[in-house]
């Protein structure tokens, strides 16, 4: 497994991991339900949601197959797949300076990318400091449609 910790500024609430010739766009995709699964996905691109409108602390992790299902202490996971054509993937913010942004190598191919969200009930009053951090965890996988595997507790 590779780990990653990033910082990545979530501006509008949201970052973004993307196969770096991807020309999706994610303005269609964050309907009502991407919103509230905070997890939107576009032709190579998928769309983290976030608590925070600041930077965050993102675990990025590269693994051989899917992880086991620690839920336990989330208050957020959902699935759903990312199709890479060419590589490397892109992890930014989407005000980010694209041409700057961190890029992993990633080989061709589908991957399943798991979110789980912690600490989103721990913000400030003012929204601006947190507990909450994101771990984004990508593994070979099949095409399936983003699901929820916890629901955030409202």
């Given at each position: 497994?590779?780990?990653?910790?990033?910082?990545?500024?979530?501006?509008?609430?949201?970052?973004?991991?993307?196969?770096?010739?991807?020309?999706?766009?994610?303005?269609?995709?964050?309907?009502?339900?991407?919103?509230?699964?905070?997890?939107?996905?576009?032709?190579?691109?998928?769309?983290?949601?976030?608590?925070?409108?600041?930077?965050?602390?993102?675990?990025?992790?590269?693994?051989?197959?899917?992880?086991?299902?620690?839920?336990?202490?989330?208050?957020?996971?959902?699935?759903?797949?990312?199709l890479?054509?060419?590589?490397?993937?892109?992890v930014?913010?989407?005000?980010?300076?694209?041409?700057?942004?961190?890029?992993f190598?990633?080989?061709?191919?589908?991957?399943?990318?798991?979110?789980?969200?912690?600490?989103?009930?721990?913000?400030?009053?003012?929204?601006?400091?947190?507990?909450?951090?994101?771990?984004?965890?990508?593994?070979?996988?099949?095409?399936?449609?983003?699901?929820?595997?916890?629901?955030?507790?409202?």
């Open positions: 497994m590779q780990s990653h910790k990033l910082e990545i500024f979530a501006d509008y609430f949201q970052f973004y991991l993307q196969d770096e010739s991807a020309e999706g766009d994610l303005s269609d995709a964050w309907d009502d339900d991407a919103v509230k699964r905070m997890f939107a996905v576009s032709t190579g691109i998928v769309g983290i949601g976030t608590a925070r409108n600041m930077d965050v602390p993102v675990s990025l992790e590269f693994l051989d197959a899917a992880p086991p299902e620690d839920f336990f202490n989330c208050d957020l996971v959902v699935e759903g797949s990312l890479v054509s060419t590589g490397p993937l892109v930014a913010g989407c005000t980010d300076y694209f041409p700057g942004a961190a890029r190598p990633l080989e061709p191919g589908t991957y399943r990318v798991r979110l789980s969200c912690f600490g989103l009930d721990s913000l400030s009053e003012d929204g601006l400091d947190g507990e909450d951090h994101y771990r984004v965890q990508l593994w070979p996988g099949s095409m399936t449609e983003p699901t929820v595997l916890k629901q955030r507790a409202v």
